[in-house]
């Protein structure tokens, strides 16, 4: 079993809706990262949370740590939102990341 | 504008003609960190360092080599190149405070390299 787990892998959806990431994993952590590579290759970091929720934009990060389990959610998607979504969390030493798979999402227009 | 950057952006080599990959960043950060990114396999680190002179191997850090003599400068060795090494390379920094590895990274533009 990987140490973080995202869902869905991939996810299709229609300029609007509502988007949920969710991000699970199963060490003790103190804070997780979400990070958005976009379809040319660049990586952002979008949040770093180490408990309840964090905004910017229409992105929203949610995080339970009692749970070991973190959602990304979009509102009002949008086709430019359209890019791979990935979580990492710190490994014991703090200086190394344990890397989600990533969730690739499309919006369709 | 603060920034990683990483040359060069692409690059086709032959087997074993050694090659860097330059990675700067101009943010002051002590952590830098290099990733190779493959279909279906994610993030993976190559090596990392903390500070000056300060490198440590990460997931994947055979093929490689690494230094860091200046505290703006990671660059990426690969002494022998082998088709395997053909993948998408992330150089990223970030700073160490207090809160240690909590810190956001930053990611340079990443290096495509392809190994013939």
């Known amino acids: 079993k990987n140490e973080v787990e995202q869902s869905p892998q991939n996810l299709t959806a229609q300029e609007g809706e509502f988007i949920t990431i969710n991000c699970s994993y199963s060490v003790g952590i103190s804070a997780l990262h979400w990070l958005q590579q976009h379809p040319g290759g660049g990586i952002v970091s979008l949040f770093m949370l180490s408990s309840g929720k964090k905004k910017h934009g229409r992105l929203i990060a949610t995080i339970n740590i009692q749970e070991k389990h973190s959602s990304l959610h979009i509102t009002a998607s949008h086709p430019r939102d359209s890019a791979v979504y990935i979580c990492a969390v710190p490994r014991d030493s703090n200086y190394q990341l344990i890397w989600g798979a990533g969730t690739k999402l499309i919006i369709k227009p | 504008e603060a920034q990683v950057t990483q040359n060069p952006r692409y690059l086709i080599t032959v087997t074993g003609k050694k090659l860097t990959v330059t990675c700067s960043q101009n943010m002051n950060h002590e952590y830098m960190s290099w990733y190779r990114q493959d279909p279906g396999l994610g993030l993976r680190q190559i090596y990392y360092s903390m500070n000056v002179e300060v490198t440590d191997k990460g997931d994947v850090p055979e093929g490689y080599k690494v230094s860091r003599k200046e505290k703006r400068n990671f660059p990426l060795i690969l002494e022998s190149p082998s088709p395997n090494q053909t993948s998408l390379y992330f150089c990223?920094?970030?700073?160490?405070?207090?809160?240690?590895?909590?810190?956001?990274?930053?990611f340079g533009p990443g290096t495509r390299l392809t190994v013939l």
């Open positions: 990223a920094s970030s700073p160490i405070g207090l809160a240690g590895g909590y810190n956001e990274q930053f």
